[in-house]
């Protein structure tokens, strides 16, 4: 269970679990109960959409239907970590058994040293030769294990560069499930993640959190004009003005076509304001060329809205406060960011 849910939350959302299970006639297994308080805590958009789609098409969950949900939504989740997990873990096995092979290897090296050192002081005395020979296939002997020990130092290197190398694929693999294509920022899953994240810091700490939700003014004229390579360009052009203003602690994502999001923890309201006007008089100020032809595109605006969470509020009614602000500097004359308590804050062209 995620440490995050434990304290008096996490009580809460397993009693909650617990009494939506009796509801709907759940068994009480540790895998109902994963999707269950899941649900109750709403740490997974895509599983919790699919329990209230459930719900409304029929309120019965047979066995066949939690366990494909636990599947669906938990399997491939802890598998990644048990790998990166292990792998790691491995590593430093590994690292730890290849140290010791070395002192041994010394250890051996300095043995085998010593017993040359007492052939040759045989060989200059009277001794008996059958002690010569047992010396003498000692030396051989060390100097066999050596070699041996050094072939099996040399394949856990490149073992452990293997496992190593796992981990990082697997990492990279993980990193762009959570990356859009198109722009390289975070697409709506990181989004959905950051946010959850965010909010539930900002309830437990009492600290600020705004939400910026953007929208390219008059993107389906661009596209119809120019075609659709062009509106990638835009696209691509946009996202780069939210990244390069948008502190490192702020998630910058697109959230949908050409709307994007900013989720920004630790924000205050007249803080994210000065931020999102940044970004949008950035915007507006750049002149853009069609990258084919070098066709001046004209001037390229964006419209946007900020909601700044109130404490106990749903992520649902924080996105839709922002929503509900972007909307408003859309229907109002674009170009212009609207927030809460200033609601008709215009950009330096809106009319």
Sequence with gaps: ??????????????QKALDL??????????????????????TNP??????????????????EVSSDLFDQYFQWHAIQNAILESGGIMSEELGNVRETLRAAEADTLAYGETLAGATSQLDGAA??????????SLVSATAKMQRRSHDLESKLQ??????????????????????????????????DESLRKARREADTQGTPLSLVLCDIDFFKRFNDTWGHQTGDQIIRF??????????ES?????????????????????????????????????????KSTNEDLGNITISMGIASFEAGESIETLIERADTHLYRSKTEGRNRTTTDGAENQLGRSAA
């Design 1 to 14: 269970m995620n440490g995050r849910l434990l304290g008096k939350d996490g009580k809460e959302f397993a």
């Design 21 to 42: 299970m009796e509801q709907f006639d759940v068994p009480p297994t540790p895998e109902n109960y994963a999707v269950w308080v899941s649900f109750a805590s709403d």
């Design 46 to 63: 895509e599983l919790c959409e699919s329990v209230r789609s459930h719900i409304q098409s029929t309120s019965t969950f047979t066995p």
């Design 127 to 136: 001794t008996d030769p059958g002690i010569k020979k047992l010396v003498e």
């Design 158 to 191: 490149a073992t452990s560069k293997e496992v190593t190398k796992l981990r990082d694929n697997l990492e990279r693999v993980r990193e762009e499930a959570m990356t859009d294509a198109l722009t390289g920022i975070a697409n709506r899953k990181r989004f």
């Design 238 to 247: 946009v996202a780069g003005c939210l990244t390069r203003h948008a502190p």
């Design 250 to 290: 702020h998630v910058v994502a697109r959230y949908g076509g050409e709307e994007f999001g900013i989720v920004m923890p630790g924000a205050t309201p007249q803080e994210a304001y000065a931020i999102a006007e940044k970004i949008r008089s950035t915007v507006e100020s750049k002149k853009l060329l069609r």
